[in-house]
């Protein structure tokens, strides 16, 4: 074997363990929701020899340079959750073995950017002592030992897709990649939603019933729709980020036809119903105009504090209360307690349980999350859910992220939290600020938009931490924060990742 060859293969072997190892995880899943359990356990001692492998792997520096983390997760996460939502198989947890399979891999990838920029390490420094609070305020609490397990595992996914995304270079290959993406995906969203708007019973029979049974608050007719995922809620926030890549590849040059792909998503966002993925694009897309327009930054401020007080003017002058229903959900109107949304009571809740059990929390797995969801509910009895009928049906206790941050670790670990996404968008945001006209500008605007979408649906959704709605979402944020760090880091960590890369190639030169 010549050396051009050994090269070739060090550099491909380890995607090859990866597609075998996700193969036969994919293999297993079936077989478990098909219930055929010996064939799945058979396929165990492949998968725990794939992830020897994988775990192998992580002493061998790799990383993505051509595109197939972006690719593999946006078709998993594209088709996942009908097939899950219809045949009851468990292929969502695909995502899952992704982000653990590759935990040390993407954790020595971290670790090496960590060396190189300060502002990660802040921001590691604050994850750490956010998990450090919740671990001790689970061993003081409340919490029982196999939920709170389950709730750790559940609160570690965002951390560490965040920590995969650090594995993929974003280069030519990959920006080409992300736009063939943002302008053909339409192309496979458009007809399964068309399916559903014209014959809802066969959609139902391929893609499982909708479990959102409102009419659409936008149009007043029609059904929260869904496309090919199982809730509304998934189309809107991903249709939402591909809005927001579409107006990227708008303001960075790429043509003036963007604008009707950008629409096109956007007709998507609307027929989901869904309000908060709607809010949070727009502010997504006033970012991107404060950022394009800095040069008329006073003027945008003048006229919107002029818009601002004139429309505050006419609420006052019409005796108009914006988002009244809204409000009175939430428990914000006095006259409308009585109509509280289950978000506003399982938030009030939790903040009086971080009260109740300051300055540390209930504990993991307690309170509000899938650990207390699955394996405890002794707390929402003793708080006197069982008067509510959807409490007693299953639904809804999942459908607020902060609630249960805050129950579980206190006002300590939920603040350590908070500081955490503050300082991680504040960076994202001056990022893009400053990358106009480099190479890294779509990249630092896709992200920023990622993360704002991904905080802004917190209170209305847990998707942040979901690999099935938010994968590509930290992916996009892990690539381009390694892509738009300071060019000083950024060569320093070049050449840390060259003399590994060197040494394998000449070790395994001498071996052949």
Known sequence: MNVASSKNLGKAWPWAVILIFFAFSFLSAVLVGTGQFLLAGALFVFIALATVSLLFMS??????RRGFLLIVVWCVMLFTNGMQQSGGVPVGYVLELLTFGLV???????SKLAGQDGVLRVLLILLACHFAVALLSSMLGRSHT?????QLQYNLKWPLMFAVGTMLIWNERVDD???????????LIAPILA???TMPGVHSQVFGV?????VNPFFGVGARYRGPFNHA???AIISALLVTGAMAQLISGRGRSWGWIALIYTVFVLLSGQR???????FALLLFAVIVWRQYLHLLLLITSLLGGLLVTSFVYFDYIPMQSTLAEWGLLDDFLSHRSERAIITDHGIDIARQFFPLGSGLGTYGGPGAQKFDLSLFWELGFGRYWWFLQGKFILDTYWPNIMAESGFIGAAFLMIFFAVLWVTLLRRAWRSVGTSDYRAALLALAALTLLLANTPSSPMLTDPRGAFIFWLIIGSAWRSTMPKYSKRRLDRAYAAPARDASTRMEAAI
Request: glycine residues 6%; charged residues 15%; aromatic residues 12%.
């Open 276 to 282: 908060q993925e709607l809010f949070a694009m727009a």
């Open 195 to 197: 399916l559903e708007i």
């Open 59 to 64: 002493t061998q520096g790799i990383a993505d």
């Open 233 to 235: 809620g998934y189309l």
């Open 146 to 150: 196999f939920a709170a397990l389950w």
């Open 177 to 187: 990649l992300m736009r063939k993406i943002i302008l053909w995906s339409w192309v």
């Open 104 to 110: 040390l891999a993407s954790a020595q990838c971290v």
């Open 210 to 214: 909708n479990p959102d049974g409102q």
